[in-house]
């Protein structure tokens, strides 16, 4: 770029940077003839006036006489008034008038004049003082008896002398006396005023209200202490401003402007040339900095001018200009005709983008991402200057291929699992997908593509399936499906880490056939058994053999509770680290496991083992109360809190199963000696039985009331498939259930009922259960608020 790297193509600066200022002998020269030329006119105009100033200083003399002559007569009139009051017997002059004062300064006698000439009376002391009406000049002095008299003097009336601008004399309302200063509201006037050590010499002044400006002369009459002000209009225009001093003063000044207008644009220059080094400097460290090449094709000289970066981008030794045609040689043969394209496109629109490869020094391809636009006016061929900038942007496009290339992949991956699989971003759009899951659910060609939305394929899917299951053990996001075709998948749905969705569907078909078959299997068997006892002719040998298998089973049981109880620890320690190295295998604790079937295989070993563990677990819970050597540690527990902690608990697997649990366990019940575990673990195995027994839909109602005989009630209902009588009694025993329809899509050994009855009959309770076939199921249980025998805290089953 030019303006950015004039040091490779200084002739190619711009108009702006080329211009230069004019030489510093030129404006001193235009300086030195503009002062000379104003000193011309000023002294021409200097000369031309001098008839003028002589006819000023003339009427200035005059004006001088004038006030000498008046001076003269306003003291030869004081004189006499003074004389006057001296011999105050003596006949007054006609233009005179006299008046005497008491002591207490009214006035007594006037002569001349009436009293009220004289009023307002000056204060008493020596200096004249003037009338208030201006008319006349009042005099204040004692007489020989020891009277004051005051004389009164008329003044003249104003007249105004045309030749010198004088106004003879006229006070008006202004105050006239020692001290004092007397105007006339007129442009023109001449007055009386107190006189100074300086009265005899000319003044200059400017009228006190706004007004052109005035040359005054003062004239002191006699020893009085007055002053005769003369004033006139001062000259304006070129005669006034043509003295000596402004024609010295007027040249200097005009040069001084001029030389500071001067400076001012130098200084001006000088801060828009650093602010224009500062802006290309800025702009040179923000393209060296961002690592970008700057370029410059000319198309009519055809040549390219590079800076220092873009050679480097191109593989060029120098930067500067170099030929276009040697430019073009660098890019890869393949990207020279969309290379001349763009060139041609940017002649006429204007603007330009491309791409291309060049070989760096290790003959490996450098791909460069050139933008730029037209520079100039377009003529008749169009644009002929395009200026642009490129980045490298090599590592980019390598990043950009991996990516595809670890796509393409995952996407191998994906399709060569058989189970369906489909995965949706955060905002239910369609990602990514395998060909399993168009086949399963029988979409049609095109409607799965990238972008689809969730629901609108959920709706498609749904007519393919014939029915649906909550998931075995209740796993939760899982849930089975039968299809139209008789098939069975598991469908599994997760979230990712950003909130998509991902969904898996496993055939599970093959499992559910062998469900069915063992179905069938127990279900002939009992058919068998039951023919068996129903044979007359055999019944008193089974009888025999009966009474001598249950010896048999009840030593074996015994040889069994009394090993497994024994073997506990043989049992859970294996089985712990099962399941331990399991959930870390499933959670990739340590990285990722390489194949997503290791981790649903890790996830599978955990909840089968998990359900082993609950298994052994309750086995071992059943063969220590039937050993004798369960341990019950009784505390304070809270009927309530037992009953909303299991509530609590199985919430999940409620909402799961669409049913509703309501618990009414008020907390003003009595608190009661129980082990809090073993109660938790009742309450638990009830409240599963009920989500396990009742359709969807149903209701299920915990309640805890105390009775009359001061024990404590706890009633589980729900609203199931209900029990048979024949089937209620045998329900208690280990391993028992009861064989049904509903029965078959449910897991369980048969030992929480059990279980329950034998921990309930440790704390002296009891357990019985009231059950209505399609109507529910009621199991309830009492327990006494303290054991009937503890000691030190514990009790062990006897």
């Known amino acids: ?31 030195v003839v503009a002062l000379g030329v104003a000193s011309y006119v000023l002294l021409f105009g200097r000369e031309m006036a001098q008839p003028v100033r002589d006819s000023d200083q003339l009427r200035d003399q005059a004006m001088v006489a004038e006030a000498g002559r008046l001076a003269s007569d306003t003291l030869l009139g004081i004189r006499t008034a003074e004389l006057a009051l001296a011999g105050a017997s003596r006949d007054l002059p006609a233009d005179m008038a006299v008046a005497f004062l008491d002591r207490a300064g009214q006035i007594e006698i006037a002569r001349g004049a009436s009293i009220s000439d004289f009023r307002p009376l000056p204060a008493r002391d020596a200096a004249p003082v003037a009338a208030p009406d201006g008319e006349a000049l009042l005099i204040r002095r004692t007489t020989a008896d020891g009277r004051d008299a005051v004389a009164r003097i008329p003044l003249p009336p104003a007249a105004v002398a045309p030749e010198n601008g004088l106004l003879a004399l006229r006070v008006g309302r202004t105050v006239i006396g020692a001290g004092g200063q007397s105007a006339d509201q007129t442009s023109l006037w001449m007055g009386l005023t107190g006189a100074g050590p300086e009265a005899d010499r000319r ?317 069938r299997a127990a279900d002939s068997l009992r058919a068998m058994v039951e023919k068996l006892e129903a044979s007359q002719e055999k019944l008193s040998l089974l009888a025999r053999k009966y009474e001598i298998a249950m010896t048999r089973a009840e030593a074996a049981n015994q040889a069994k509770s009394e090993f497994l109880a024994n073997m506990s620890h043989e049992l859970r320690t294996p089985l712990n680290a099962i399941n331990g190295f399991s959930e870390i295998m499933t959670a990739e604790m340590f990285g990722p496991l390489g194949d997503p079937r290791y981790k649903g295989y890790s996830a599978d070993i955990l909840k089968s083992g998990q359900h082993l563990l609950s298994l052994i677990n309750d086995i071992l819970d059943m063969a220590k109360i039937e050993s004798g050597k369960m341990t019950l540690y009784y505390e304070a527990v809270s009927v309530h809190d037992i009953c909303e902690d299991a509530a609590r608990l199985m919430r999940g697997k409620v909402e799961e199963a669409g049913l509703t649990l309501t618990v009414d366990a008020p907390d003003t019940l009595p608190e009661m000696q129980a082990d809090h575990r073993g109660l938790k673990q009742v309450m638990l195995n009830l409240i599963s039985n009920a989500v396990k027994f009742t359709p969807e839909g149903g209701h299920i109602r915990v309640e805890a009331r105390q009775t009359d005989a001061g024990l404590i009630q706890i009633a589980v209902s729900d609203t199931g498939i209900g029990i048979a009588a024949e089937d209620v009694a045998r329900l208690a025993r280990p391993f028992e259930q009861v064989e049904g329809q509903h029965s078959k899509t449910t897991q369980g050994t048969g030992l929480g009922l059990a279980l329950t009855k034998s921990l309930i009959e440790l704390h002296g309770g009891e357990l019985w259960i009231d059950s209505e076939p399609g109507q529910g199921t009621t199991v309830a249980f009492t327990l006494p608020l303290v054991p009937p025998a503890q000691a030190d805290g514990q009790r062990e089953a006897a």
Request: charged share 30%.
């Open 203 to 519: 003044i200059h002044a400017v009228m006190p209200d706004e007004g052109p400006s005035f040359r005054r002369v003062a004239m002191p009459v006699g020893d009085t202490g007055l002053l005769v002000v003369g004033a006139r209009p001062d000259a304006v225009g070129a005669t006034a401003l043509l003295d000596d001093a402004w024609v010295l003063m007027a040249p200097l000044l005009v040069g001084v402007l001029v030389l500071l207008a001067v400076l001012l644009q130098q200084a001006r220059s000088a801060r828009a040339g650093r602010e224009w080094a500062e802006t290309e400097r800025r702009f040179r460290i923000a393209v060296e900095g961002a690592r970008c090449g700057v370029w410059e094709w000319d198309l009519e000289r055809e040549e390219v001018i590079l800076s220092d970066y873009m050679a480097v981008m191109m593989g060029v030794e120098q930067a500067g200009p170099m030929p276009a045609a040697a430019f073009i040689e660098r890019v890869h043969p393949d990207y020279r005709e969309a290379l001349t394209h763009a060139l041609r496109q940017a002649a006429t629109f204007g603007a330009f983008e491309a791409s291309f490869p060049v070989p760096d020094d290790n003959g490996r391809p450098r791909w460069i991402d050139a933008r730029g636009q037209s520079r100039g006016t377009r003529g008749d061929t169009g644009f002929s200057v395009i200026l642009g900038v490129a980045l490298d942007i090599t590592e980019e496009r390598r990043a950009k291929a991996q990516a595809q290339s670890a796509e393409s992949r995952l996407r191998d991956g994906i399709e060569s699992v058989s189970d369906a699989f489909v995965l949706f971003d955060r905002a239910d759009r369609l990602i990514l997908w395998n060909q399993a899951f168009v086949d399963t659910f029988g979409f049609e060609p095109g409607m799965v593509r990238r972008g689809a939305k969730k629901d609108d394929l959920n709706r498609i899917a749904a007519l393919a399936i014939h029915s649906e299951h909550p998931a075995a053990g209740g796993r939760s996001g899982a849930r089975e499906v039968e299809l139209n075709d008789g098939r069975w998948l598991q469908l599994v749905e997760r979230f990712t880490a950003d909130g998509g969705t991902v969904v898996t569907a496993a055939d599970i078909t093959a499992i559910k056939r062998q469900e069915a078959e063992r179905q």
């Open 1 to 31: 770029m030019r303006a950015s790297e004039r040091r490779i193509n200084p002739t190619g600066r711009r108009r702006a940077d080329r211009g230069r200022a004019s030489p510093a002998w030129v404006r001193v020269l235009i300086l």
